[in-house]
């Protein structure tokens, strides 16, 4: 099984709300990752947790804030975004963060107006 | 700077022939090199992956191929078939810690019944 579940599936927002992404692995991955991908272009990391502790930031605006409440689960909390923040958010587990094989879920198509 | 190049934008193939997907790279330090399939609104598929201590990897109707005096890799589909329609994106991962892909821009790929 190496399925990676997100929800919700689509989410439009204003600029002045607060939101959360949801990610959930249960193939006992210690390696979850934040994408966001535009059209017609590869995803763009944002964030790697490994063993439920953030490794890597992007240098992403502080808007975006993540969170991993345990090793199955990782939240994206969102607030005060703007609209070119709007794309598609994938979530990605692996074994460990220096496993070469990532496991994408279906992602979040965001729209923020 | 691309490290991960997939040259050609898209790809055409009658359904039943073989489909030959190609990529570059530029960063000898790479040690994993990964195919992802792509629907739109989806979140990437991983497809197959090579070590970069070996020159082929084939697994059903996908294979692999690497060269890495050309620093080239291609993946075969035989037969395509309509359903592998989708974009496909070759990525990188470099030795050590933290282990980040590298996308290449993707290649669309049309297989026509």
């Known amino acids: 099984d190496t399925e990676v579940t997100q929800t919700p599936k689509h989410l439009v927002m204003g600029m002045t709300n607060k939101k959360s992404l949801k990610c959930e692995q249960h193939?006992?991955?210690?390696?979850m990752y934040w994408y966001k991908q535009k059209a017609k272009k590869p995803p763009e990391l944002m964030f790697v947790?490994?063993?439920?502790?953030?490794?890597i930031n992007e240098s992403v605006p502080s808007r975006f804030s993540p969170e991993c409440p345990n090793s199955s689960l990782l939240n994206l909390h969102l607030h005060a975004l703007q609209p070119e923040d709007s794309a598609l958010y994938l979530c990605?587990?692996?074994?460990?963060?220096?496993?070469?094989?990532?496991?994408f879920g279906p992602g979040t198509r965001l729209t923020v107006l | 700077d691309q490290q991960v190049k997939q040259n050609s934008p898209s790809l055409s193939v009658q359904e039943g022939r073989i489909s030959i997907l190609n990529c570059d790279y530029t960063?000898?330090?790479?040690?994993?090199f990964l195919w992802y399939k792509k629907y739109p609104a989806e979140g990437p598929t991983f497809l197959i992956s090579?070590?970069?201590i070996k020159d082929k990897n084939e697994d059903g109707r996908f294979t692999v191929f690497l060269n890495k005096s050309a620093k080239h890799l291609s993946l075969h589909i035989v037969p395509s078939q309509p359903g592998d329609s989708a974009v496909y994106f070759c990525?990188?991962?470099?030795?050590?810690?933290?282990?980040?892909?590298?996308w290449g821009l993707g290649t669309s790929l049309a297989v026509n019944p």
């Open positions: 990525a990188a991962i470099r030795t050590g810690n933290n282990r980040k892909l590298i």
């Open positions: 947790y490994s063993y439920e502790k953030l490794s």
């Open positions: 990605a587990s692996s074994q460990g963060a220096s496993s070469h094989t990532q496991y």
């Open positions: 090579i070590s970069s």
């Open positions: 960063n000898s330090m790479f040690d994993y």
């Open positions: 193939m006992g991955h210690r390696a």
